[in-house]
C-alpha cells in the first residue's frame, strides 16, 4: 500500500516524500482510513512502529479542511483544531516535530506546545493567536484553562496518546477537565499499551462507537532488537558490567535506564569521571537544561546518556544502538517502551539488562509479559560466580523495580550529585 491509496492531500504525500517515507506501516494502514471517516479509534501498537503519523496525518487533514471552510460573519472562533495530550515533556516535543514535519506543506500552519517547566509567557502568546494544533501536557493545560487563556471551544479532534501513562501519573481527573472544555462532537483517538482496567473505563467515557485496532502488540518479539540478561552477584558487579560494556566499540550511543532521579545523576557523574561523554535526564531539571542534553545526544556530542523512565519517553533518536537497564523498570511494561528507543529507523539494537538476585520477580513479570525468555549472556572473566536464580513459581509476589541504592564499592556514603554540567552548556569536559 502507499500513502496515496490512503487518500490523503497532496500536501501531506509531498511531504511524507520528503521525509523519505514510500508506504505506511501497519498502524498507519489500519488507523489512518477510519481517523480520516471521522471515527473515534482505541489503537494499541507498540513503540516505533509510526503511531505519531497515524494520528498526525488525519489531524492535518482536519487543519487542511478547515482551510476550505467559509468564515461565519461575526465569529470569533478561537483555539486550535486538533489537540493532543500527552504524558511528558519529551514526547509532546517529538509529536510538535511530527506535526511541522508532515504539515511543513500545509500553508501557514500553527502548531504550538504547552508543556510544564517552560516559562508562560512564549505560551501565552501562542494561545492568543491563530492555532491549528496543540500539543499538551495535561497539567500545564489545566493552569491555562484555569486562567481562561487555553479556549477549546473550536476543536474538531483530541487525541490521547500514550493514555495508560498519563493515568499511571496522576491526570485523570485533568483529562476529565480538559475533555469537559471540549465540544461534545469533537472525535477522540486514544493510542495506549492496553485498554484494560481503568483505561479501558476512560475509553467508554470519552469515546463514541469506537473502532478497535491493535497492531504489533506489546508482546510480539522486536525483531531488530537483540535482548540480553546478564545476572550480577551484587552491586560491584553490575558496575564491572556496565563498565565493560560502554567500553566496547560497537556502542555508537547507549541509553542506560535508571529507576530514580538521584540514581541517574550518580552514576552519570560516576560515568564521567571515567572519562564518558555522558549526561543525566529526568523530571527534576530545569526544562532548558533537558533540551540542551537531548540536543547533545542528536548531535552526538554525548555517548552516553543516563536516564529514568519518564524522562526518556519520546526520545527518536536513531543512533541509540545500546540500551542498557541499570535499575529494573517499575512496571513490565514500562521494559517494552524502554528497549524500543533502540533498533529505530530500520537499525539494528541491542537491549542489555543488568539483574541482581533480588530483581528475579521483575525479570519473571517482564518475561511473562512480553512472552518471550531474555536470553542469558556472560562476559569473559565477568561470569558471575553465583548460579542465576530460579523462576518464580506461578503466583509468587514478585519484587525488583527497586532504586539501586545509590550504594557505592566500598560501601562509602552517597554524595549528591549535580555536576553533571560544570557550566550552562555541556557535557562537563573529560579529565
Excluded at 527534576?284 to 533540551?291: F, H, I, S
Aim: positive net charge; hydrophobic residues 40%.
Amino acid at each position: 500500500m502507499t500513502f496515496e491509496a490512503l487518500n490523503l492531500h497532496e500536501a501531506l504525500v509531498r511531504a511524507l516524500q520528503a521525509a523519505g517515507y514510500t508506504e505506511p506501516t501497519g498502524v498507519q494502514a489500519e488507523a489512518i482510513p477510519p481517523a480520516l471517516a471521522g471515527k473515534d479509534l482505541m489503537v494499541s501498537s507498540r513503540t516505533g512502529s509510526g503511531k505519531t503519523a497515524s494520528f498526525m496525518l488525519p489531524a492535518l487533514t482536519k487543519v487542511l479542511a478547515s482551510r476550505s471552510l467559509p468564515a461565519t460573519p461575526g465569529s470569533k472562533a478561537r483555539g486550535p483544531r486538533v489537540l493532543v495530550l500527552t504524558p511528558t515533556r519529551e514526547l509532546a516535543m517529538q509529536v510538535a516535530k511530527a506535526a511541522s514535519d508532515y504539515g511543513r506543506f500545509v500553508p501557514g500552519l500553527r502548531v504550538a506546545t504547552v508543556v510544564g517547566g517552560v516559562p508562560y509567557g512564549a505560551q501565552l502568546a501562542a494561545l492568543r493567536g491563530p492555532l491549528d494544533i496543540l500539543i499538551a501536557t495535561p497539567g500545564r493545560l489545566i493552569d491555562h484553562l484555569g486562567s481562561g487563556k487555553a479556549m477549546l471551544g473550536n476543536l474538531d479532534m483530541l487525541v490521547l496518546d500514550e493514555a495508560d501513562r498519563m493515568l499511571d501519573m496522576g491526570f485523570i481527573d485533568d483529562i476529565r477537565l480538559i475533555t469537559e472544555a471540549t465540544p461534545a462532537a469533537r472525535q477522540t483517538m486514544m493510542y495506549s499499551a492496553t485498554f484494560a482496567g481503568h483505561v479501558g473505563r476512560l475509553a467508554q467515557e470519552l469515546l463514541r462507537d469506537p473502532q478497535r485496532i491493535e497492531v504489533s502488540s506489546q508482546t510480539e518479539a522486536h525483531g531488530d532488537i537483540e535482548q540480553r540478561l546478564h545476572w550480577a552477584d551484587d552491586f560491584e558487579h553490575k558496575n564491572a558490567l556496565l563498565d565493560h560494556i560502554l567500553t566496547e566499540k560497537n556502542v555508537d550511543q547507549a541509553l542506560v535506564f535508571t529507576s530514580t532521579q538521584r540514581d541517574a545523576d550518580w552514576l552519570a557523574d560516576r560515568l564521567h569521571e571515567m572519562g564518558h561523554s555522558v549526561a543525566s535526564l529526568h523530571g527534576g531539571m530545569p526544562q532548558g537544561r533537558r533540551n540542551r542534553v537531548l540536543q547533545g545526544l542528536r548531535s552526538k556530542q554525548l555517548r552516553v546518556l543516563v536516564a529514568t523512565d519518564v524522562a526518556a519517553r519520546g526520545i527518536d533518536v536513531p543512533t541509540i544502538s545500546h540500551v542498557i537497564n541499570f535499575g529494573l523498570p517499575m512496571k513490565e511494561e514500562d521494559y517494552v517502551h524502554r528497549i524500543g528507543r533502540t533498533g529505530r529507523a530500520g537499525r539494528t539494537g541491542l537491549a542489555v539488562t543488568l539483574a541482581e538476585r533480588r530483581d528475579s520477580g521483575m525479570i519473571h513479570r517482564i518475561q511473562r509479559y512480553t512472552t518471550q525468555r531474555i536470553p542469558l549472556a556472560t562476559i569473559e572473566g565477568l561470569e558471575p560466580k553465583r548460579s542465576a536464580p530460579l523462576p518464580m513459581p506461578a503466583g509468587a509476589p514478585p519484587r525488583g523495580g527497586k532504586s539501586f541504592g545509590p550504594r557505592p564499592a566500598g560501601g562509602k556514603p552517597f554524595k549528591p550529585a549535580g555536576k553533571t554540567f560544570a557550566k550552562p552548556g555541556f557535557p562537563r569536559p573529560a579529565r
